[in-house]
């Protein structure tokens, strides 16, 4: 079982800065994938970056350039790092962790909110 609380959201004007964490309660090290989603009312749960387990980082077009996912092993947490926010940003931000065996845990979400 793998538990995933995620923090860091918040309101904040087009152009700023957020990072958002997810703190897993396992060892994140051996994930098959782990990153992060976001979804609005009424659209799909989105990608928005993520690690696999071949080494590689994937970001959806819409935030390549200003969106930096990066993970801290030791403490077994994933970041976002979230520059030149966007009004489109706005969404629930959620942690997603897929362990090796397949079994995938999702975060409760984080609110982000990006004002004009």
């Known amino acids: 079982q793998v538990q995933l609380v995620e923090s860091g959201g918040g309101l904040v004007q087009a152009g700023g800065s957020l990072r958002l964490s997810c703190a897993a309660s396992g060892s994140i090290f051996s994930s098959r994938a782990m990153g992060w989603f976001r979804q609005v009312p009424g659209k799909q749960r989105e990608l928005v970056a993520l690690?696999?387990?071949?080494?590689?980082?994937n970001y959806a077009d819409s935030v390549k350039g200003r969106f930096t996912i990066s993970r801290d092993n030791a403490k077994n947490t994933v970041y976002l790092q979230m520059n030149s926010l966007k009004p489109d940003d706005t969404a629930v931000y959620y942690c997603y962790v897929q362990r090796p065996d397949g079994l995938a845990y999702w975060g409760q979400g984080t609110q982000v909110t990006v004002s004009p």
């Open positions: 690690f696999t387990s071949g080494g590689s980082t």
